[in-house]
């Protein structure tokens, strides 16, 4: 990973801007010029955050990948909330927080075709998700027959990647979501 340079702030907003360029034009037609514009930050302003276009993509989807990580830690470990109400909130934050906006498509794209500028990064986090996952449902004491953790995990993880290009909006994900985590945990 780069050395951070420049404001911690200035960074996040650059790279939140980054995200819906990246998004909407592809990493390919991407400029750096369109992602100073629209982070209102100067070019050479730009550079001296970042070396260059790989490096601001790679940090662009760090962060993305950071935050909804981080989401779905807390959303798994709300104390007040059962099984089923964590592990929907946790996939939505995971898979759903793009759901009915005009980058949904393009994120995804990003991560799934971006393998290049990302190497690991992408199966990492995924992996890091689905840990996530696993460990909630080994730890809710609830029977899940001979099904493992694991497996359901993956199952609803899989469910939500479908229907988060199916639905129309994030409620609707939501909904979906809520069908899939009580077919799951059914004894």
């Known amino acids: 990973?780069?050395?951070?340079?420049?404001?911690?702030?200035?960074?996040?907003?650059?790279?939140?801007?980054?995200?819906?360029?990246?998004?909407?034009?592809?990493?390919?037609?991407?400029?750096?010029?369109?992602?100073?514009?629209?982070?209102?930050?100067?070019?050479?302003?730009?550079?001296?955050?970042?070396?260059?276009?790989?490096?601001?993509?790679?940090?662009?989807?760090?962060?993305?990948?950071?935050?909804?990580?981080?989401d779905v830690r807390t959303a798994l470990a709300a104390p007040d909330a059962d099984l089923s109400a964590r592990l929907v909130t946790a996939l939505d934050a995971s898979l759903g927080r793009y759901v009915g906006t005009h980058i949904n498509e393009g994120v995804d794209d990003l991560l799934e075709q971006g393998t290049a500028q990302l190497e690991t990064l992408y199966d990492d986090y995924r992996?890091?998700?689905?840990?996530?996952?696993?460990?909630?449902?080994?730890?809710?004491g609830r029977p899940s027959g001979s099904v493992t953790p694991r497996q359901i995990a993956e199952v609803l993880h899989a469910a939500a990647e479908?229907?988060?290009?199916?639905?129309a909006d994030r409620p609707a994900f939501v909904d979906k979501l809520t069908m899939a985590v009580n077919v799951a945990l059914r004894p």
């Open 1 to 70: 990973m780069a050395a951070t340079r420049g404001d911690t702030q200035r960074r996040k907003q650059v790279l939140a801007a980054a995200l819906t360029v990246f998004a909407t034009f592809g990493y390919r037609k991407t400029s750096m010029d369109a992602v100073a514009q629209a982070a209102d930050i100067s070019r050479p302003g730009l550079y001296f955050l970042f070396s260059g276009k790989e490096e601001l993509f790679r940090e662009t989807m760090r962060q993305a990948l950071d935050e909804a990580l981080g």
């Open 162 to 167: 479908g229907w988060k290009h199916r639905v």
């Open 127 to 140: 992996a890091a998700f689905l840990d996530a996952f696993t460990a909630a449902v080994a730890t809710s």
